[in-house]
């Protein structure tokens, strides 16, 4: 029998802030966090000079040097947010009496570019020069799932979700199949990325970045006909997922139910976007909860601000819902996040299905008319009450991921 999973924790780091009532107030003023960064000037041939970093971030003191020999900054921040979900959740002090039974799903794109760049000197400069013990654990892919295990000291599964855009987004719907089928109890599911220019220079190189470096208040503007590209962003963020059986035997807030998971892939091409197989994925999530597209409130669209991408992901979107679900993005807030774009974008898709607003579209004058005509929310938000919300995220690689959450009243 499938057990049904529940949201009992969530927390994160992000440019619009480290918690949703800072988070939500970001929305409101409708003003995003992309900033110039001079500091890349030093970057010959990169061309964008925007990126959305992520808020100051103040650490607890027991993240000291030996608690964080091996974490890099992306490992630091998806620890810290899994700390939290598991803190705000009350499942902290059970976890010793929990063996096995409580396991990791988290992914990033990669793991700390610095060390990354030290094993490239080596090679370069054929010398082992600042390669140490903790080199290759700040590098890689799956240092975040491992720091947040062995910090937290879990023995459950762990599941490395390193693909691109969806890292966060599979680290969810891994984890609600892990719990579903009776495998765990309770997952800490997420993603994470570090902001680096080295990240900026995959998509410039596809002349997929903006580069209204002058204007950094107005980009990326998903779906709009003046958009230029996308820019990065940075954070992490984090769920915490437990049978339902085991949340309400331990008295935990249910936040959410995750109630449908699709996910696929294009098996056409790495790098260009397939509105079929995007369609696909939604469908595969309509199935797996159960509903029909008309029970949608809600769309968080991936809304990326590329032409292909925006293009492919509207018309896969209007092939299954029409034009009668309202849909608007983050993205154009806090920039592309990569591996925590799934995450923090569930995240604060939940939070504001419990609000009951919806952020806007923010920079979308004009929509593109190459892109269907999807309600895409524009100024000043929406109120919406609804029971389901979907958030979709598809990647390079052609992987796609749908996830529908029903709200708990």
């Not at 966090?33 to 925007?50: A, K, N, S």
């Not at 968080?300 to 991408?309: P, Q, R």
Request: proline share 5%; aromatic share 6%.
């Amino acid at each position: 029998m499938r057990k049904r999973v529940v949201v009992t924790g969530m927390a994160g780091c992000s440019p619009l802030g480290n918690d949703w009532p800072t988070i939500e107030r970001t929305l409101r003023t409708e003003q995003n966090c992309v900033r110039l960064m001079p500091e890349w000037d030093i970057y010959d041939g990169l061309h964008t000079r925007l990126g959305a970093p992520v808020a100051p971030l103040e650490l607890p003191a027991h993240y000291d040097r030996k608690a964080c020999r091996s974490m890099g900054r992306v490992a630091i921040m998806a620890t810290r947010a899994a700390e939290q979900v598991v803190d705000h959740s009350g499942l902290r002090p059970l976890l010793p009496g929990l063996d096995g039974q409580v396991g990791v799903a988290f992914g990033s794109s990669t793991g700390e570019p610095a060390a990354v760049a030290d094993f490239a000197r080596m090679v370069l400069e054929n010398s082992t020069r600042g390669i140490n013990a903790t080199t290759y654990i700040r590098m890689m892919s799956h240092t975040a799932p491992v720091n947040i295990a062995v910090f937290l000291g879990l023995t459950g599964r762990v599941i490395t979700t390193s693909s691109a855009c969806t890292s966060g987004s599979q680290g969810i719907g891994y984890a609600y199949e892990a719990i579903r089928h009776g495998l765990q109890s309770a997952m800490i599911a997420g993603g994470t990325e570090e902001l680096h220019p080295t990240e900026a220079a995959v998509f410039d190189t596809l002349y997929a970045t903006s580069t209204r470096n002058d204007e950094p208040h107005r980009t990326p503007r998903a779906f709009d006909a003046a958009r230029d590209g996308l820019v990065l962003g940075e954070g992490a963020g984090a769920l915490l997922l437990e049978a339902i059986e085991v949340a309400e035997g331990r008295g935990a807030p249910i936040l959410a139910e995750l109630v449908g998971f699709g996910t696929n892939c294009d098996g056409v091409h790495v790098t260009r976007p397939n509105a079929q197989t995007m369609q696909r994925a939604m469908e595969l999530a309509l199935a797996d909860a159960g509903l029909r597209p008309e029970q949608i409130g809600y769309i968080n669209a991936h809304g990326t601000a590329t032409a292909a991408g925006d293009v492919a992901e509207s018309r896969a979107t209007y092939a299954v819902f029409g034009d009668r679900v309202p849909i608007s993005g983050l993205k154009s807030y806090m920039g592309h996040t990569l591996g925590a774009c799934g995450a923090l974008e569930a995240w604060m898709t939940i939070e504001m299905m419990r609000t009951g607003w919806f952020s806007p579209n923010l920079n979308l004058d004009s929509v593109d008319p190459e892109c269907a005509p999807l309600d895409y929310i524009r100024a000043g938000g929406r109120e919406i009450d609804c029971e389901y919300v979907m958030s979709n995220n598809f990647a390079f690689g052609g992987i796609n991921t749908s996830l529908i959450f029903r709200r708990v009243r």
